[in-house]
């Protein structure tokens, strides 16, 4: 069964360092989100992705993210800058027309 | 604008029994789909069913089932004979303007703590 894949599972970053996320999505998806969910709360849109550009945000995607796709297969997200608030479990998503597939996340700790 | 409502925080079964967790929303685009997803102790987020707003019958995927009540904005997951492993975070999502082809995100409820006892 085709999957959406995240690298790494697990990243620890000093503040202020920038961070990118990586995953794959399921190669015939056309559409590409990242969400987070902060320990014990809501998932939280951040950005989703349709043809090669930005088709939605959320408050929380602010200048301090950004996201590419660079070479057709990768989906990354960026943060510049990290603060403490910004540990949570990342997740990357993609979709067809109706089914919406997560990948296993990447839990972010900023120390 | 899109809101899902999950009413129950946690719930208890026991085990092969069946339980229903409930979800309303609320949206006025008439074109829109529904899921449920399943989050284990481990984090990750498992897809379980999904139902779209023009589907003629509810939605089922093996042990669940979707008790979907258009007129009363009710999304309901039933899981039929509970399992241990089924002891889970489960979270009802909703994106609208299905049909449009956009991008639309998911918005999800707050959640629902499953304890299944043995």
């Known amino acids: 069964e085709p999957e959406v894949t995240q690298t790494p599972s697990h990243q620890v970053t000093q503040m202020g360092q920038e961070v990118i996320l990586r995953c794959v999505p399921i190669s015939n998806h056309l559409y590409f989100y990242w969400y987070r969910q902060i320990l014990g709360q809501k998932v939280e849109f951040l950005v989703s992705f349709y043809n090669n550009e930005i088709s939605e945000k959320s408050e929380i995607f602010d200048d301090q993210f950004s996201v590419e796709r660079p070479d057709g297969s990768n989906f990354t997200l960026k943060i510049r800058s990290t603060k403490l608030e910004d540990s949570a479990m990342y997740f990357c998503?993609?979709?067809?027309?109706?089914?919406?597939?997560f990948g296993q996340g990447t839990r972010l700790t900023v120390v | 604008a899109q809101k899902i409502t999950q009413t129950q925080p946690g719930m208890f079964v026991q085990e092969k029994e069946a339980v229903t967790l409930d979800c309303t929303y609320d949206?006025?685009?008439?074109?829109?789909?529904l899921f449920w997803y399943k989050q284990p102790s481990s984090g990750e987020m498992i897809f379980l069913i999904y139902q779209g707003s023009y589907d003629q019958q509810n939605a089922t995927e093996g042990r669940y089932s979707l008790n979907f009540q258009k007129a009363r904005k009710s999304a309901n997951l039933v899981i039929s004979a509970s399992q241990l492993g089924d002891s889970a975070m489960y979270f009802c999502a909703m994106r609208d303007s299905i049909s449009s082809g956009s991008a639309r995100q998911l918005t999800f409820g707050s959640g629902t703590q499953l304890t299944v006892l043995p």
């Open positions: 949206t006025s685009d008439p074109s829109y789909g």
């Open positions: 998503a993609s979709s067809g027309r109706t089914e919406a597939f």
